[in-house]
C-alpha cells in the first residue's frame, strides 16, 4: 500500500534526514586508510544516539535475509555494491567506500547513502562515484507530481547507460516513512511514463547502483547480506531520501 504523507509527517522525517545526512558526514571524512570497518560503524552508533535517534538498519530483518542486520550502518568495498556488514577490514589507499545509513527519530525513518574514495583514488573511481551522483540528481528531478515511477527509473538509467556503467538486476529505491521499505519500489531501470503515478506526499528512497564494468550482473556473499559484482569489478552507490510536492522534490537528507 502506497501511503501519502502529510506536511508535518514529512518534516518529522526531514529531522530524521538531518541526523542520517551528519552522520554520513562523520562516517565519509572518518574513512581514511588504515581505518577498520568496525570503527565507522561504532562512530555512526555514537552519532546517531548523541542525536537522541535510533538505527533503522540494526536488527533489521527481511524475509530474504538469513539473520536480522547486525550493524548500525552498510559499509560496501570495492566490488561490494550494496549491504556490506562491516568488519575488521582495513580501508586502504585507492579503496571505493559506499556508506549507506538509515535512522528514525519520532517514529520516522530517512535514508541515504554516499560513495567516497579512501585517500587518493584513481580517474575511473572517481568517475563512477560522480556519474552515480549524476544519476541520482536526474532520478530527483524526474521525481515531480503526474510524472511516473517509470520516469525516474528511465532518468537513472539514462544516465548509466550513457556512461557505460551497468545497474544490477532487481535493485533500486523504495518508499519510506514510519517503516524503513515501504511501497512503491523504484527500481533503477525502467520506461518512461509506465509506473505508479507521482503524487503531493510521496516520499521515496532513490539509490542508483553502477557497476563499472558494465554488467548488470551480482552475487550475494556468503553472509547472507553483502551483494557484490559478479565479475569482480567496482560499484557505486548513490542515495536520498525525497518528497514529492507541487514545488517540486525536495531532499529531505540534507544536513
Not at 554516499?114 to 562515484?129: N, P
Not at 550482473?217 to 551483494?227: P, Q, R
Amino acid at each position: 500500500m502506497v501511503i501519502l504523507r502529510t506536511a508535518a509527517e514529512i518534516a518529522a522525517m526531514r529531522e530524521s534526514g538531518r541526523i542520517v545526512a551528519r552522520t554520513l558526514s562523520a562516517v565519509s571524512a572518518a574513512a581514511r586508510p588504515g581505518v577498520r570497518l568496525d570503527e565507522l560503524d561504532l562512530l555512526a552508533a555514537d552519532l546517531i544516539a548523541a542525536e537522541g535517534a535510533k538505527p533503522s538498519f540494526l536488527g533489521y530483518h527481511p524475509r530474504w535475509a538469513p539473520m536480522p542486520y547486525p550493524a548500525v550502518v552498510c559499509l560496501s568495498v570495492n566490488d561490494h555494491i550494496v549491504h556490506g556488514i562491516p568488519s575488521r577490514h582495513v580501508l586502504a589507499e585507492g579503496d571505493l567506500l559506499s556508506v549507506d545509513c538509515g535512522a528514525h527519530l519520532d517514529g520516522y525513518h530517512a535514508d541515504a547513502a554516499v560513495t567516497v574514495g579512501v585517500g587518493a583514488i584513481d580517474e575511473r573511481a572517481r568517475t563512477l562515484k560522480e556519474t552515480a551522483q549524476r544519476a541520482l540528481a536526474a532520478g530527483i528531478a524526474a521525481a515531480v507530481p503526474g510524472n511516473r515511477i517509470g520516469d525516474i527509473s528511465h532518468a537513472v538509467e539514462t544516465v548509466a547507460r550513457a556512461a557505460g556503467y551497468g545497474l544490477p538486476e532487481g535493485m533500486g529505491g523504495h518508499g519510506i516513512g514510519t517503516r524503513m521499505h515501504e511501497d512503491p519500489s523504484v527500481p533503477n531501470t525502467g520506461r518512461p511514463g509506465r509506473g505508479l503515478l507521482l503524487r503531493e506526499g510521496l516520499v521515496i528512497a532513490i539509490e542508483p547502483m553502477l557497476v563499472e564494468s558494465g554488467s548488470d550482473d551480482s552475487v550475494t556473499a556468503a553472509d547472507g547480506w553483502t551483494i557484490r559484482t559478479a565479475d569482480g569489478s567496482r560499484a557505486a552507490h548513490a542515495e536520498h531520501t525525497i518528497a514529492v510536492t507541487t514545488d517540486g522534490p525536495v531532499v529531505l537528507t540534507t544536513a
